[in-house]
């Protein structure tokens, strides 16, 4: 379980104190990822902090849909290839059975012995 802590993070120039359970690591890798957005755009200039931030979010929305979808197609691309394959290895152990087992399984007689 994780304990929720108090952690300061510096977003668009603005510090922000949360309480989070997150690894205070990863959170300022996220505000890192932030601020590099930022930092593309220009900054605030004639744009204000809001507006900029809210481009991010949009840009960072996009990302992610757009790895959804990625993944999505992975996943499918994987799905048919197992499928295909699994036919594949059927057909050929449907080949490569005996058209007949009878003929193939013939065991020898066995011989009684008078003992």
Known sequence: MFVKHTVTL???????RLIADADEQ??????GMVNDRVAK?????????????????LGLADDLKSSEKKLREVDQLAR????????????RLVQ??????TESAELPELQKSDS
Not at 80 to 91: K, V, W
Not at 96 to 101: A, E, K, L, T
């Open 41 to 57: 755009l220009g900054g605030p200039g004639r744009a204000t902090a809001a507006q900029v931030l809210a481009l991010v979010a």
């Open 80 to 91: 048919t290839t197992i499928t295909q394959l699994i036919a594949r290895i059927d057909q």
């Open 26 to 31: 990863h959170l300022a890798e996220l505000a």
């Open 10 to 16: 510096e977003i668009a120039g603005t510090k922000f």
């Open 96 to 101: 490569d059975q005996p058209s007949n087992i």
